[in-house]
């Protein structure tokens, strides 16, 4: 198991943009499919978007389509979420996880959590 780091979290203002980083304290998640959560004040943590080991395939969350990008670079051992036209409903604290069936969107599918890092998007 792979303890996950997030960072590049922030305050931004609405239809700004943030990138988001997640890698592995030790080890490698090279070989991991790999997903993006985030969790709001008061709410259940909510998927956000997943990519394949290689990076090939990608899928989101309704409310994140079109403005938010999932990527990877594994010879960096790092993936990322490029987060545009920020909302202030988007404020949470985001977490990466490993994925272990690709497709799902539950977050019983994922495991491995980083700690998050906060982004607060203000009007």
């Known amino acids: 198991q792979v303890h996950l780091v997030e960072s590049g979290g922030g305050l931004v203002q609405a239809g700004g943009s943030l990138r988001l980083s997640c890698a592995p304290s030790?080890?490698?998640?090279?070989?991991?499919?790999m997903g993006w959560f985030r969790q709001a004040p008061g709410k259940e943590r909510e998927f956000v978007a997943a990519?394949?080991?290689?990076?090939?395939?990608?899928y989101y969350s309704d409310s994140v389509k079109g403005r938010f990008t999932i990527s990877r670079d594994n010879a960096k051992n790092t993936v990322y979420l490029q987060m545009n036209t920020l909302r202030p409903e988007d404020t949470a604290v985001y977490y990466c996880?490993?994925?272990?069936?690709?497709?799902?969107?539950?977050?019983?599918?994922?495991?491995?959590w980083g700690r998050g890092t906060q982004v607060t998007v203000s009007s």
């Open positions: 990519i394949n080991w290689i990076g090939g395939s990608k």
């Open positions: 030790g080890g490698s998640i090279s070989s991991h499919h």
């Open positions: 996880a490993t994925n272990s069936f690709y497709g799902s969107k539950n977050q019983r599918d994922f495991a491995s």
